[in-house]
């Protein structure tokens, strides 16, 4: 997949997952994709949660690897 393609399928299954974070106050915004891994900024309740690396590596970042094959991770970035 090209990165410009990967970066829409990425996009788009952030846009996905989004409602369900809000539900607990929190959000996630793209930065980035660059060398197999996507840049991500947590906010809201997310952003202080001390559930922020378990809900990143062991949720979101397991589902986006099962769509996206080439994805190696998901890193919070604290802007």
């Not at 974070?21 to 060398?35: A, F, P, S, T, V």
């Not at 378990?54 to 094959?69: G, M, S």
Request: net charge negative; aromatic share 8%.
């Amino acid at each position: 997949m090209s990165k410009e393609n990967t970066e829409k399928k990425l996009k788009e299954l952030l846009e996905e997952i989004r409602p369900f974070l809000n539900l607990d106050g929190g959000d996630i915004e793209y930065i980035k994709y660059e060398d197999g891994y996507l840049y991500v900024k947590m906010s809201g309740a997310c952003a202080g949660c001390n559930f922020l690396d378990v809900t990143l590596k062991d949720n979101i970042e397991a589902y986006l690897k099962e769509t996206v094959e080439e994805l190696k991770g998901v890193i919070n970035v604290d802007l």
